[in-house]
């Protein structure tokens, strides 16, 4: 396979291969053709959701609904611009924000020239998952395709790992008892196809492949972005970044944004749980210890 | 046709740090956890008390105080409401309760539910054994009650080391999550859950002591329980301190009413104790009074710690102004 521009895309030469519109069987390796990558364990994949060219369409919202056999959660409207969905959930494992920024709005701009910013939330898929990390039943592992699953066989609900999540997504269903999150598409990477959001994404917001190959795109788009007068544009969750810190490392789905992170109610600065389980364990056991030490003295007293 | 081209978008970016208010619409950005606050409290509240309890009854032993008999067999017996009842609300909690034993498959230095489960175990043998061989001394015949001791004796102490675990390793399963008030303060949360266990256990086995007739272990006791409520009132000095620097104190009103038990639970029992320190025909009343207060306000410390945490974990703000890089740990 070798990949190559095609029609301003980088897909793989095998595209050239099908010129059929349908196909009767599923085509081996079919992601080198829809996202120039082939699947393969051992690797990282990851997202990179570039929020610049989102258009708020939720074809990934519903592309995942539907490959997930995932109910709706609220048929209901919140009120809050388009965005019907509000959250993340254990039914909801894509979630596109929309941010009118109407303040904006008399003052320095236009009429008619939008202000908003869309953006499709997703489980970030963690180098250092604190979701994991809590999981006292190991439900929640990685995969070999370094992304964060729950093993729905294994869950027993214990709920831990819903505060331990430093972006709110994960979430217990109450009629399964079970927790559920964004699989990264695990069923469809063992057959070799593109996860089912990225896929569906009209626009390539949201860009499926192997992590560091993403992070290198998402450095070049940035450049781009710099350079023809976007210099609020920066990564969520790259190395280190905003969004990675506290020994998070780095986020296998990672965001391009341009407004501070909480505009689409993302931390800054999240840190790592696990981190203070030592610290914590440590200073309980001292202060029992030194009461106990206290009982000693007490006790050895004769009266 | 000619776009107008953005303005560039307000200065200060991509990060900065003070947190200027920004939500999305006031939806939480984080999700509270999930656990009944009444049955998880409840859990808590018993394993700190059952820890301790064992921790008393071991030192009492050890330490050779006198007239100890009484002390050490209602501590070990005390101790086993924590490997019964409060196995049982640790497992009502799970949302899928008869897949339980799924928390024996692995153990995980990272994930204090996974500590806490093996501390559990180790504790349920460690003080079952102690409690069995107690209960075997006291019906057999002198020869086998000597033996039986001697075994006590020596289960007693890793039950022990256990239950000092079990006494404090639920401060680490609250601060080792995202949610802000939980994780603000890992230290000091710790210590308080530490001591306010330590009080449970020396005021419920002073009780004991008390309407058993032992009045100088029921006074040492006391003094013991209330050492660890000093030691409580300052810890919780510091977290107060720490989440208002934070600014995360504002959730901590959700727990208003629970929060007022616990600090009545933690002041009260000085004035009751110097008060039965000089009543004559009263003591007994003060004494106890005391000791339910400290009962009551070590539950509800834990219950409102978990209340004030669920709030904090719903404030988007809070997290916000939390989750910010001069927070970061150095
Ligand atoms: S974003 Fe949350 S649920 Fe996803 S991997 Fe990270 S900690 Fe786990
Ligand atoms: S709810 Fe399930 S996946 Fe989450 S921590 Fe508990 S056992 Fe693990």
């Known amino acids: ?303 | 046709m000619n776009f107008i081209p953005l303005p560039s978008p307000s200065a200060a970016r991509p990060v900065s740090d003070a947190y200027d208010g920004t939500t999305y619409y006031g939806r939480p950005a984080l999700k509270p956890a999930p656990f009944e606050n009444s049955v998880v409290g409840s859990y808590i509240f018993l394993a700190g008390l059952c820890g301790v309890a064992q921790v008393i009854a071991t030192v009492a032993d050890v330490a050779r105080a006198p007239r100890r008999e009484g002390l050490v067999r209602r501590g070990r017996l005390l101790s086993m409401l924590a490997p019964t009842l409060g196995s049982v609300l640790l497992v009502y909690d799970l949302h899928t309760p008869k897949r339980f034993y799924n928390m024996l498959r692995i153990a995980r230095p990272t994930s204090p539910m996974s500590i806490g489960t093996w501390i559990l175990m180790g504790f349920s043998i460690f003080s079952g054994a102690t409690a069995a061989a107690q209960v075997a001394a006291d019906w057999v015949r002198p020869g086998w009650a000597r033996l039986l001791h001697g075994i006590a004796r020596t289960t007693q102490v890793p039950a022990a080391v256990a239950g000092a675990g079990l006494g404090t390793y639920t401060a680490s399963l609250l601060s080792s999550t995202s949610t802000p008030l939980w994780a603000a303060a890992p230290k000091s949360l710790a210590v308080q859950f530490g001591s306010s266990s330590m009080a449970s256990g020396a005021a419920a086995l002073a009780m004991a002591e008390r309407h058993a007739g032992s009045r100088s272990l029921a006074r040492k006791l006391d003094t013991l329980a209330l050492a660890a409520l000093a030691v409580e009132l300052g810890a919780s000095v510091v977290s107060e301190a720490t989440y208002r620097t934070r600014g995360i104190s504002a959730a901590e009103d959700a727990a208003a009413d629970t929060r007022t038990i616990a600090q009545i639970g933690t002041i009260a029992p000085f004035a009751l104790q110097m008060l039965a320190g000089k009543g004559k025909r009263s003591a007994g009343i003060l004494s106890d009074l005391a000791s339910l207060a400290i009962l009551a306000g070590s539950f509800c410390l834990r219950t409102g710690v978990m209340e004030a945490g669920d709030e904090s974990a719903r404030r988007p703000q809070d997290y916000f102004r939390f989750a910010k890089p001069g927070n970061l740990p150095k």
């Open chain 1, 1 to 303: 396979m070798g990949a190559a521009m095609i029609a301003g895309l980088p897909l793989s030469n095998r595209v050239r291969d099908y010129p059929e519109s349908e196909f009767r069987h599923p085509l081996p390796h079919e992601a080198e053709l829809t996202a120039g990558v082939r699947i393969e364990p051992g690797r990282s994949y990851g997202f990179f959701t570039d929020t610049t060219v989102c258009i708020g369409c939720k074809a990934c919202e519903v592309a995942c609904k539907e490959w997930n056999n995932l109910p709706a959660d609220n048929l209901g409207l919140t009120g809050d611009s388009y965005d019907n969905t509000g959250h993340l959930s254990a039914n909801t494992w894509r979630h596109v924000a929309f941010i009118e920024q109407m303040a904006d709005r008399p003052t320095e701009m236009r009429p008619f020239q939008s202000n908003w910013l869309m953006m499709s939330d997703v489980c970030k898929h963690c180098h250092n998952p604190p979701c994991m990390e809590a999981c006292p039943t190991g439900a929640l592992f990685k995969t070999e395709f370094d992304t964060v699953v729950v093993q729905q066989d294994i869950c027993n609900g214990c709920g831990y790992c819903v505060p331990a999540c430093p972006f709110g997504v994960v979430d217990l269903n109450p009629l399964d008892g079970k927790a559920h999150k964004c699989t990264l598409c695990y069923d469809r990477l063992k057959g070799g196809l593109e996860p089912a959001c990225a896929k569906s994404c009209p626009t390539d917001s949201i860009q499926f492949g192997e992590v560091a190959d993403l992070q290198q795109r998402a450095a070049k788009r940035l450049e781009h972005l710099h350079a023809v007068g976007v210099p609020s544009a920066y990564l969520y969750g790259a190395p280190d970044g905003p969004g990675a810190t506290g020994g998070l490392k780095y986020l296998n789905a990672f965001f391009l944004l341009t407004d501070r992170p909480e505009v689409y109610n993302l931390p800054e600065a999240p840190t790592r749980p696990s981190d203070r389980v030592a610290p914590s364990l440590l200073s309980g056991l001292a202060a029992v210890a030194g009461l106990a030490v206290a009982a000693v003295a007490l006790f050895s007293r004769r009266d």
